[in-house]
């Protein structure tokens, strides 16, 4: 059944009958007080997966923080409300982590834009560093940080994700294993509460909290501010790709180059499929590739990996790097004269991403499902589950691509909510691997019954490769039930869960990651 509301000026009490009532279908803005909440929207129920569908009763559009806190402040202490609320940055999740059925969505990109660069001069003590909204794009923040020679140092492939969203998550790229991942590059935090409480919080204050929200899956408050440190923005960047066709000299040398940080700026590196595999990022990445290798030897698919490192190049070093990169390719054991090399400016570089963007788009191949699987690898378990992960793909038919590379545990702070294999967070591995199985569906080619079969071997795979022998974790989980998320937390969960009775009590924060239901 439909209703059609119209409120101006109700109170708290109205609100909450509403909000609580079986018709929540709200068809006109609610005015309460400054808050509006808003009729649903398509693109609040979805996300760039594309796989889960979970329509709002409504969506907050905030002005301020204080919006965000008046309404947690008040469904927290109604104890007969249902209501959940999801912050939603750009919706750039995989499997509706930032839904919320029936309940709330909270746009972060309405909060006012607020990007505020602190340049230190050389004199001044202390880092650089920018105040950004937790709704702001990291594009934006690496184009506003730019105007003053300045950039954050830890990054994502992608740019077009929020604050909030990343650091809730983690936040990595081939910067990790020299920075940390994004999680490990923040000052202090300006965080609403399950609660509804306004907090700032840092490694110094408030810092249960602080470490809690990094990581944190958005169950214990919304990010609506963070503080990041900045380095000096390079000139130019110097991207070279190195091709393989074995892949233990594949990882040897890519872990070769994550142990001299002090000359290599970003490494990563990903399988080399097929044709479309091989040309991947070719706008990005002008190189013309003398590299044609047979997919296919005696009646059998060959894969080969590709090893991106690059190079940051400030306008006095050019010549000095030009010796590095001759230096450490004479180190490298790559298919030989299959090294190349390209120049290019530093935005062009940390935005490659979007190149691929508008060509997917205008073949009509972003907004389609997104079966992603992402997974930390110990090193030890690393060729085991890649053998186990080629089993189930036909290199032929594969859209999209598998990123391989490695980071270093001591770049990672424990105390944040994010959970890392075994092996890692105990101390007995110092390397482990991401790998990005980031396949795309051409709706097309592969219906429904595929999409479903792709589905239930990337959920048997994450399954196995979490046993013992392999210690996988999930990196942007999903997991079907609260048992599966206490595995994946493993030693970390009763802390986890601690931290969700002191800051969300109710358990109203984040119900599209399905790990707590709804106290009622
Ligand atoms: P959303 O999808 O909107 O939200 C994700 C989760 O965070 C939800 O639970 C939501 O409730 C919560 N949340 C959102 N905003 C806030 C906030 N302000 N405070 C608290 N909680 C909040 N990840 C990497 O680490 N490295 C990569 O290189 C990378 N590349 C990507 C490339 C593409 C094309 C895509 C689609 C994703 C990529 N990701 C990558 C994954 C990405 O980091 C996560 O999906 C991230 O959550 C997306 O940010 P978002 O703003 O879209 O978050």
């Known amino acids: ?13 109205i609100l909450l009958l509403i909000l609580s009532s079986p ?4 068809q006109k803005p609610i005015d309460f007080g400054s808050l509006n909440l808003l009729p649903t929207t398509d693109m ?26 008046l309404l947690l402040s008040f469904l927290s202490s109604s104890s007969f409300s249902q209501v959940s ?3 939603r940055g750009a919706g750039h999740s995989i499997y509706g982590q930032a839904q919320a059925l029936d309940g709330i969505v909270i746009e972060m990109g309405s909060l006012p834009l607020e990007i505020e660069v602190h340049k230190n001069g050389e004199m001044e003590s202390g880092l650089s560093y920018v105040d950004a909204s937790g709704g702001a794009l990291w594009i934006e923040v690496l184009k506003e940080t730019m105007k003053v020679g300045l950039a954050p140092r830890s990054w994502t492939d992608y740019l ?12 990595i790229s081939g910067q990790t294993f020299k920075h940390g991942p994004q999680i490990a590059n923040v000052l202090e935090l300006d965080v609403v509460t399950g609660k509804g409480e306004m907090v700032t919080c840092s490694p110094t204050k408030s810092s249960e909290l602080f470490y809690a929200v990094l990581g944190g899956l958005g169950q214990f408050g919304i990010i609506t501010r963070a503080r990041i440190p900045l380095q000096q923005a390079p000139k130019k960047v110097r991207w070279q790709r190195a091709f393989y066709d074995d892949f233990e000299t594949f990882t040897k040398d890519q872990e070769l180059l994550i142990s001299i940080p002090e000359l290599v700026d970003y490494v990563e590196g990903f399988v080399v499929l097929n044709e479309q595999s091989l040309h991947s990022s070719a706008v990005a990445f002008p190189a013309h590739l003398e590299f044609k290798p047979e997919f296919v030897r005696n009646g059998r698919f060959k894969v080969y990996y590709c090893i991106e490192f690059a190079i ?8 000095h790097v030009e010796k590095i990169v001759k230096g450490i390719s004479r180190m490298l054991s790559y298919m030989q004269s299959h090294l190349y090399s390209v120049e290019v400016s530093y935005l062009d570089f940390l935005n490659r991403v979007s190149m691929e963007e508008e060509i997917l788009r205008s073949k009509g191949l972003w907004e389609v499902p997104h079966p992603w699987l992402n997974m930390f690898v110990p090193r030890s378990g690393i060729k085991k589950f890649m053998n186990f992960l080629m089993e189930s793909i036909s290199p032929n038919e594969f859209e999209g691509p598998i990123l391989v590379y490695p980071l270093l545990s001591d770049k990672w702070n424990t105390n944040a909510s994010v959970a890392l294999p075994r092996a890692i967070e105990t101390g007995k591995e110092r390397i482990m691997y991401v790998v990005g199985v980031l396949r795309s569906i051409n709706p097309a080619i592969c219906k429904m019954d595929c999409l479903n ?4 071997e990337h959920h048997q795979i994450a399954q196995a490769a979490s046993r013992p022998h392999i210690g996988a974790r999930q990196y942007l989980a999903h997991h079907p039930s609260r048992i599966d998320w206490h595995e994946h937390f493993d030693s970390k969960w009763t802390r986890f869960a601690e931290r969700k009775a002191h800051f969300d009590p109710l358990h109203i924060l984040a119900p599209g990651q399905g790990i707590f239901p709804r106290v009622i």
């Open 453 to 456: 079969q792709i589905l239930h």
């Open 160 to 171: 077009y994700l929020t604050i909030g969203g990343t650091l809730s998550n983690g936040g």
């Open 44 to 69: 609040a129920s979805t996300d760039f997966g594309r796989l889960q569908f979970n329509p709002p009763g409504s969506v907050l559009k905030p002005q301020t923080p204080e919006d965000i806190s």
């Open 312 to 319: 940051h190049v400030n306008q006095v070093e050019s010549i």
């Open 23 to 26: 018709y929540k279908i709200i």
């Open 1 to 13: 059944m439909e209703i059609s509301l119209l409120y101006s000026g109700v109170n708290a009490l």
């Open 85 to 87: 609320v999801s912050a």
